[in-house]
């Protein structure tokens, strides 16, 4: 019986002991979600709610707007608006369900998936139902669906709340004046959802113009949808400068229309015109015929994208003179009465040179003489008084052979060789403007620089840069250069007033009311035939030349009619002139020109 009774204790204990091991265990495990529990409460609900709430978030770009380039009147040449491309994930739009409630408050399904988002983003985008609904079924994250929208109508799609249509903010490039100013502004192109400059101003400035990038952060439900009452932060970007540049827009107009009409009449490939204003190298146009619409840039073919006016030499022909007259008269070596004997042709250490009016009789003809006809004969004899290293610092000294640092990309240096490389024919041919090149930009600021008492100041096409704080950077200006004496240049625009008078080789190029200095210029060049039966046009002038306001230099390049300078660049230096003076009120000229005898009998 005893053994009995000892018996059931023992597995009276061993059952406690089993229900007490149950029961720590029960407990540890009570104690161990409890503390997980207290843990995911109370210490890491605040990380899971931000890591939760973070895969909910969308953070958008939001372009900065690219600054504005505006003329010097603050007139818009370039500017940038907000468009946004729409796309759509295929994944997400299968998920849409396009609920509404009726009128006893039940919710009622219209339909679902890509075809019920289909039909009410159609009439917003103006496309078919079914071709747009067909464009939304697949298995792709992102197909575009539309580009260019207004933000306008990227609200109106948002407010679908149509799961998986997803916006990309990007900017447009809009210049409101077509190809005006087209050889200056440049030109953009699209890198990504970015614009970057790939020519002229555009390239130049780009980094001031681009500005700094926004964003826009929203907070997504279960099925892609903006949620309206979620997150919401929207930083805004920081729009780039605004570049001011020293062009008139309406004096540039004129131009480019001045040049395009002269290549059509006269069959030319190309022609430019500048307009600077002297004494600052503001330059007021600057105009390349055919120039580029930045707003439609492939209709330009490539080659007539940049700006000739900075990239193409051309040998400058007979403006070529006025640098070798001003060098002899600043070295006190010739006055404009100073004569020469001056027969139609003449040999000089076996070259023989030959003037444009075939069979005039040998004169005696002063160098205000020379200047007017454009003597080559005259002007050989001329340059001969001084060395030929003289005349190459000379040269030099008026910005021939060197950049002349304008704000755009390209610019040619122009074709000057070293003195020492010149042959026997071509250190005389530079005397009268061939056997080197300049481009249009150096022939204005040398003919300015006559303009100006003699002094060099590089042209310039940038005004200010207008920052988005409001302040403004002038960009330094190089010092003026004096190059030849002030007597000396006022000595050459007395003359040069004699080129546009009856006898002188460019009358087409006087304006009523104001007095004009000028230069002819007609040089061969290669005909691309082996040959040199081609030429170049150009013409240079002051105005007034009493009291110089502004310089301009004509270039037509190829002409295969009318040829001469004074024939079809002066007429393009009238009409451009002309306009720029009225349009800057510049008051006429009084009193009358110098006048030197040409021919002593």
């Known amino acids: 019986m005893s053994s ?26 009570f104690i161990v979600f409890s503390g997980r529990l207290v843990q995911l409460q109370a210490l890491e609900a605040p990380r899971l709610a931000g890591e939760a709430l973070d895969s909910r978030l969308r953070t958008y770009t ?27 994930n295929q994944q997400k739009v299968a998920t849409f369900r396009h609920i509404v409630t009726d009128d006893d408050g039940e919710k009622v399904v219209l339909g679902t998936g890509a075809e019920a988002a289909a039909d009410l983003l159609a009439p917003l985008l103006g496309r078919d139902p079914a071709e747009l609904g067909a464009q939304m079924v697949g298995e792709s994250t992102f197909v575009y669906l539309a580009k260019g929208l207004t933000p306008t109508e990227w609200r109106e799609i948002r407010a679908l709340g149509i799961p998986g249509i997803e916006p990309e903010s990007v900017t447009d490039r809009l210049y409101p004046n077509g190809n005006t100013a087209g050889n200056i502004l440049g030109f953009v192109k699209r890198d990504g959802s970015d614009l970057v400059g790939n020519a002229g101003v555009e390239l130049r400035f780009d980094e001031a113009l681009h500005g700094v990038n926004g964003r826009e952060t929203v907070e ?48 030319a490939q190309w022609a430019g015109v500048a307009l600077m204003e002297i004494g600052t190298g503001r330059l007021v146009a600057f105009a390349d015929s055919g120039s580029v619409d930045p707003g439609n840039v492939t209709a330009t073919p490539e080659r007539a994208r940049g700006a000739r006016t900075v990239s193409a030499p051309y040998e400058p022909g007979s403006t070529g003179k006025l640098l070798t007259i001003a060098a002899a008269v600043d070295r006190g070596v010739v006055e404009p009465l100073t004569t020469f004997t001056v027969p139609e042709r003449m040999t000089i250490d076996g070259q023989t040179f030959s003037d444009h009016e075939p069979g005039h009789p040998t004169q005696d003809m002063t160098v205000a ?24 610092d000379y040269m030099q000294a008026f910005g021939f052979g060197s950049r002349s640092g304008i704000e755009l990309p390209g610019e040619s240096s122009g074709i000057l060789h070293e003195p020492d490389d010149w042959d026997g024919r071509t250190r005389m041919t530079t005397m009268f403007g061939q056997g080197y090149a300049v481009t249009l930009a150096q022939n204005v600021a040398m003919v300015a620089t006559l303009g100006n008492g003699g002094v060099y100041v590089p042209p310039t096409l940038i005004d200010s840069v207008e920052h988005a704080d409001g302040s403004v950077t002038v960009p330094e200006r190089p010092d ?95 009409d451009v002139a002309e306009f720029a003076l009225h349009n800057a009120g510049v008051r006429p000229s009084t009193g009358s020109p110098t006048t030197f005898p040409w021919i002593i009998e």
Do not use: C
Not at 9 to 26: S, T
Not at 238 to 252: A, K, M
Not at 370 to 386: D, E, H, P
């Open 62 to 88: 939001i372009q900065a707007a690219r600054g504005e380039i505006v003329d010097v009147n603050g007139e818009v040449l370039a500017t940038s608006v907000q468009r946004y491309n729409i796309g759509v």
């Open 480 to 574: 003026g250069r004096p190059v030849i004496s002030e007597d000396a240049a006022a000595t050459m625009i007395a003359m040069m007033e004699g080129v546009v008078q009856e006898g002188g080789t460019a009358p087409r190029a006087r304006i009523d009311g104001y007095r004009v200095a000028g230069k002819t210029g007609t040089a061969q060049t290669a005909d691309g035939a082996g040959g040199l039966s081609a030429t170049v046009a150009n013409f240079v002038g002051i105005v007034p030349a009493d009291q110089p306001r502004y310089a301009v230099a004509v270039v037509v390049y190829k002409p295969t009619s009318g040829f001469f300078g004074g024939t079809i660049a002066a007429p393009i230096f009238k």
């Open 220 to 267: 997504i439900g279960n099925g892609g949808q903006v949620i309206p009452t979620g997150t919401q932060e929207v930083t805004e970007g920081e729009p780039g400068d605004t570049v001011r540049l020293t062009i008139d827009r309406d004096v540039q107009y004129v131009a480019q229309q001045a040049v395009d009409e002269t290549v059509a009449r006269y069959g």
């Open 4 to 29: 009995r009774v000892g018996w059931s204790g023992a597995r009276a204990r061993q059952a406690l002991r089993r229900r007490n091991i149950v029961a720590v265990v029960l407990l540890t495990v």
């Open 369 to 392: 003489g020379i200047l007017a006809t454009s003597s080559n004969v005259g002007t050989v004899q001329i340059g001969n008084l001084m060395e030929d290293a003289e005349r190459h």
